[in-house]
């Protein structure tokens, strides 16, 4: 599970923060009962999980990914946080008492909110995140879990703030393609030259969205969804 968030620099273009709060494997460590040729009895394997169920989730969020996001927090930005993931079934986990004090701890208010199904260009995950360690990933080849989880992690750690930059400005002009296909994801990712546009000082942090964009999708909303007496 990999979270990250949009990478945050100064007004001198300082970085502060490089948006990056953790990757957990989801593995587990399991004592070997019987010797082998390439184990002795009592050594500790690595295992990955089989089934990351409601409760498999659930655990990771309590004890990896909110922890992570609140000792990682820049201290000058306001405690609200939203986690955006997709609405796979697992990902449903069940908010009791415990879970809803966990996201309120330290000061926080932490929500977890759904993307829209179908729409896998409205997470930074599938959008960059993952094709660029895949890159980096295929470059090696771990002889079994232990290294593959390392691969992963350094391929994690060595992603470039820069490119997660460019990957949320990407995210804003995909949403824009989304407006003008009436929510559809018949659309090719939109391309800007960012690197150029950085160089020459003009890189958008947040993208402008033409008013006639924003009417035409306000009407076509209001025509799907009046009560059909109206029509």
């Known amino acids: 599970m990999a979270v ?32 082998s040729k390439n184990r002795a009895v009592g050594t500790l394997v690595t295992k990955a999980l089989q089934n990351a169920n409601r409760d498999v989730i659930r655990e990771m969020l309590l004890t990896k990914v909110i922890p992570a996001i609140q000792s990682k927090w820049p201290e000058t930005l306001p405690k609200n946080v939203i986690i955006q993931w997709d609405n796979a079934r697992p990902h449903q986990v069940p908010q009791d008492e415990e879970f809803m004090a966990a996201t ?20 930074v995950l599938d959008l960059g995140l ?6 980096l990933q295929y470059q090696s080849f771990p002889k079994d879990l232990d290294e593959l989880v390392e691969k992963v992690i350094e391929c994690y750690n060595t992603f470039k703030p820069q490119v997660n930059k460019y990957i949320w400005v990407t995210l804003q002009r995909c949403m824009i393609k989304i407006l003008k296909a009436q929510g559809g994801n018949k659309y090719k990712i939109p391309h800007m030259n960012k690197k150029k546009l950085e160089n020459l000082g003009i890189l958008p942090d947040q993208v402008t969205v033409r008013k006639e964009v924003v009417v035409d999708t306000v009407d076509y909303l209001d025509s799907m969804f009046r009560p059909s007496s109206q029509v």
């Open 130 to 135: 993952f094709r660029s360690m895949q890159s």
């Open 104 to 123: 309120r701890a330290n000061g926080f208010n932490i929500e977890l909110v759904f993307q829209p199904a179908q729409s896998p260009d409205l997470t």
């Open 4 to 35: 990250i968030g949009k990478s945050l620099y100064d007004i001198h273009g300082g970085l502060i923060h490089d948006g990056k709060y953790g990757i957990f494997p989801f593995t587990v460590k399991e004592v070997v009962k019987k010797s």
